[in-house]
């Protein structure tokens, strides 16, 4: 007669500790969960090493991030897009390798300025295999046009009308 472990599903839930409100969920290519907190902070749960309850690695988008707090950000594989308060966009550029603990957070970059004076109504990231410059872009319902911005620039794509929704494809 062999006798197995029992694994309640709540052993492989994360447990949230956290005061702030979750801003974002998502995904490394590596399958870590990534989450998003208003105050910046975001961990890494690295759910494929079968700890319990699963391991994470806590990072910060910095400390502008931390005083105006995050609107909403976009979560893909290779990284993020967090829009501040502040309406300025953050970038983190690639989750680096895993670890036995799980992914450690990448590099956190402010992108260049698109001067906006409220949150826009729409936008999106284009992420390097999809976008022109082979970089993360952001693609911005802004009033009647629509702004394309990176690290280094801003331009206006003289796309008339408003937009409700963006999307890369």
């Not at 599903?9 to 989450?35: A, K, M, Y």
């Not at 009033?143 to 999307?167: K, M, S």
Request: proline share 6%.
């Amino acid at each position: 007669r062999h006798s197995f472990p029992t694994r309640r599903s709540s052993d492989l839930v994360p447990q949230w500790d956290s005061p702030t409100r979750i801003v974002s969920l998502g995904w490394t290519l590596n399958e870590s969960l990534v989450v998003l907190t208003q105050d910046g902070t975001y961990r890494l749960y690295a759910l494929s090493t079968g700890a319990t309850p699963p391991s994470y690695t806590q990072h910060t988008l910095g400390p502008e991030a931390q005083e105006a707090g995050v609107i909403e950000a976009k979560i893909h594989e290779e990284g993020m897009v967090a829009l501040l308060a502040s309406l300025v966009f953050v970038e983190v550029k690639g989750w680096q390798k895993t670890s036995e603990e799980g992914s450690t957070g990448g590099k956190v970059t402010l992108l260049a300025s698109a001067g906006l004076t409220e949150p826009p109504g729409c936008w999106c990231v284009l992420t390097p295999e999809l976008s022109y410059t082979r970089g993360v872009e952001v693609l911005i319902g802004s009033g009647a046009t629509v702004l394309r911005l990176d690290e280094i620039e801003v331009q206006d794509q003289v796309l008339q009308g408003p937009r409700v929704r963006a999307g890369g494809s």
